[in-house]
């Protein structure tokens, strides 16, 4: 009878992250539900002092790339850089719309697709607001879509990847080989799609008398210190190092040397960062802590072996198909976190690939599938804009479909 009470609770916290109803913040509805399966005794506090701990790495990452976001957006370096891009364009909506999207595939790459999330959104919207263009959403959206869909390219491009594989993550050249020709065709089919669906939008003409601002000495300490950050994250990957703690310390410094130099009340840059997407993560880990006490996770790894021993392909296909739709049903937080440990053992690489796959790609269908998607949306209203839940569901269900029937095709290539 608990499994089922345990069920219900972590559906409506989850439902209520993805559906936000009464405008009530996503952290509220997971922390609700966290507090819940605690108080009634669900989850003993151990259980869920674990879960809380299991995320300790993430907590690091995300307060790291808040803080560097924050300190170069307070020191206008997404203004200057946001003019620069502007003034490429020449004029083009469609010029201006692919830079943006090459930008983003770099920063998913080096920085993992949280950062893309954190921090080019405020860039992007910088660049609409400079570029004057009436409808800045097309160009807002590349930083969700191509957060998801380039978080493959290589293991830091999303934490997700580290949780799959845990231990066991492949070296780079191996990962490159599995997986560089499904993000080539994931990312140049979400390119494609986003910009057929926005087609209409970006008839429009740009402006080209773009006055370039003056960077300050912060902002150009900014630029160094996100530089510094894809180093020592590239580093840190090469050596298996986890990602949260040289993140937060290089996140922490950064802004720290900005603040001194320019003699800032360090309150302004902490006000700024959305904290709350802490306690959400937390609460979200411990709702996947008591979900592991229903034996879900042995019952998929069972699943997984016996249809793995049946057809390889079939398993392939059918799981990172059912991966992707279950990271919009209940996040790809608390989907990775339970695939991950659900496809550990001897399972065939092609079926660990398209669930990883389904992971990182999934999330592109709906506006909460995935914790970079929750960051964009959190920047998004920060910058006074908002999207649907419909909306952005009209549009994923048309661009993730075809971006993952792609990308995971081309692990038989």
């Not at 020191?75 to 620069?84: C, G, R, T, V």
């Not at 996100?226 to 990602?243: K, N, P, R």
């Not at 959400?280 to 709702?287: M, R, T």
């Amino acid at each position: 009878m608990s499994h089922i009470y345990i069920w219900i609770i972590s559906f409506l916290a989850i439902a209520g992250v993805i559906i936000r109803p009464f405008k009530i913040p996503e952290a509220v509805w997971a922390l609700a539900g966290a507090v819940l399966l605690l108080v009634l005794g669900l989850i003993p506090f151990s259980d869920g002092l674990t879960g809380i701990g299991r995320g300790t790495d993430v907590y690091l990452f995300l307060t790291g790339m808040m803080l560097l976001a924050e300190t170069a957006r307070e020191e206008k370096l997404f203004d200057w850089l946001a003019a620069h891009a502007t003034r490429m364009a020449k004029g083009s909506a469609n010029r201006l719309f692919l830079l943006i999207y090459i930008v983003g595939v770099v920063v998913t790459t080096f920085l993992s697709n949280d950062a893309t999330a954190v921090v080019l959104t405020p860039a992007v919207a910088a660049a609409a607001k400079a570029a004057r263009v009436n409808k800045p959403l097309p160009y807002l959206l590349i930083c969700a879509f191509i957060a998801n869909a380039a978080s493959f390219v290589i293991p830091i491009s999303n934490p997700a990847n580290l949780v799959i594989y845990g231990r066991h993550m492949p070296p780079l050249l191996h990962w490159l080989h599995q997986y560089a020709l499904p993000s080539f065709f994931a990312i140049v089919a979400t390119y494609f799609m986003l910009r057929f669906t926005q087609r209409a939008a970006l008839k429009e003409k740009i402006a080209t008398d773009i006055a370039i601002p003056t960077l300050s000495t912060g902002g150009k300490t900014a630029i160094i210190g996100i530089a510094a950050t894809a180093v020592i994250l590239l580093v840190s990957s090469a050596f298996d190092i986890q990602l949260g703690l040289p993140t937060a310390i290089t996140g922490i410094l950064t802004s720290a040397i900005v603040i001194i130099s320019a003699r800032k009340n360090p309150l302004i840059v902490i006000k700024g960062v959305s904290w709350a997407v802490l306690p959400l993560v937390a609460g979200l880990f411990i709702i996947v802590e008591a979900l592991n006490k229903t034996g879900i996770t042995q019952t998929l790894t069972d699943l997984l072996h016996q249809s793995a021993a049946n057809s390889v392909t079939g398993t392939a296909w059918g799981s990172g198909i059912i991966t992707a739709v279950a990271c919009n049903l209940m996040n790809n937080l608390p989907a990775g976190l339970i695939a991950g440990t659900a496809v550990q053992g001897n399972l065939p690489e092609l079926v660990k690939s398209a669930i990883l796959i389904g992971v990182d790609l999934g999330p592109n269908l709906s506006i909460t599938g995935s914790l970079a998607t929750i960051l964009w949306l959190v920047a998004l209203r920060r910058e006074g804009l908002n999207i649907t839940f419909w909306t952005f569901l009209k549009l994923g269900a048309l661009i993730m479909t075809v971006a993952l029937f792609f990308a995971i095709g081309a692990l038989w290539i």
